[in-house]
């Protein structure tokens, strides 16, 4: 496990912002927004505190911008993970084995959006989210008939894993 000192951004490593944005990210992840000050990022980012503000106003900004511009990023493969699948089914299983690799493959940004989702998602005003899609797919697998409607839950209030496990559950 990487520690925070390990975690400084080698200065010819990507352009500017790009190193700023992962560098906020992971540290946004181990520590939260509230608890991680502007130089503790300019500092895992190889830059100076006022380089920050070339692409962001504040901090708050800086968290805000990163949530919805991943937010909606992550809609987007969400959807693209289901959208050529024929049956519910194999919806679902493109959108669980999406979901999987990209905790898998972008930790830091997954822990950050989900950590943010319970202040964020209330002003989020992106087209694109990935709640949205699940239920979209959901409503529509129990509208096809290859989904037992589930009355007593809503599936886009629980967690990834409930409603992939219930509904995976229903095909076994």
């Not at 520590?31 to 502007?38: K, N």
């Not at 962001?56 to 993970?81: D, G, S, T």
């Not at 493959?105 to 002003?123: C, G, I, P």
């Amino acid at each position: 496990m990487l520690n925070e000192s390990s975690f400084i951004m080698p200065i010819n490593q990507g352009d500017l912002k790009q190193r700023i944005d992962t560098a906020a990210l992971h540290l946004f992840a181990e520590r939260g927004p509230d608890a991680t000050p502007v130089p503790m990022i300019a500092e895992h980012a190889g830059v100076a505190v006022g380089s920050l503000y070339r692409y962001y106003a504040n901090k708050e900004e800086m968290v805000a911008r990163l949530y919805a511009e991943n937010y909606a990023r992550l809609a987007q493969e969400l959807e693209r993970a289901q959208a050529t699948a024929g049956s519910t089914r194999d919806k679902i299983a493109g959108m669980v084995r999406f979901i999987c690799g990209y905790f898998d493959r972008e930790w830091d940004l997954a822990r950050f959006l989900l950590l943010e989702q319970h202040v964020r998602l209330k002003s989020y005003a992106g087209a694109a989210n990935p709640v949205d899609i699940v239920h979209d797919v959901l409503a529509d697998g129990m509208r096809r008939g290859e989904v037992r409607r589930l009355e007593a839950c809503r599936p886009p209030r629980w967690s990834w894993g409930q409603w992939s496990k219930r509904i995976l559950e229903d095909y076994e």
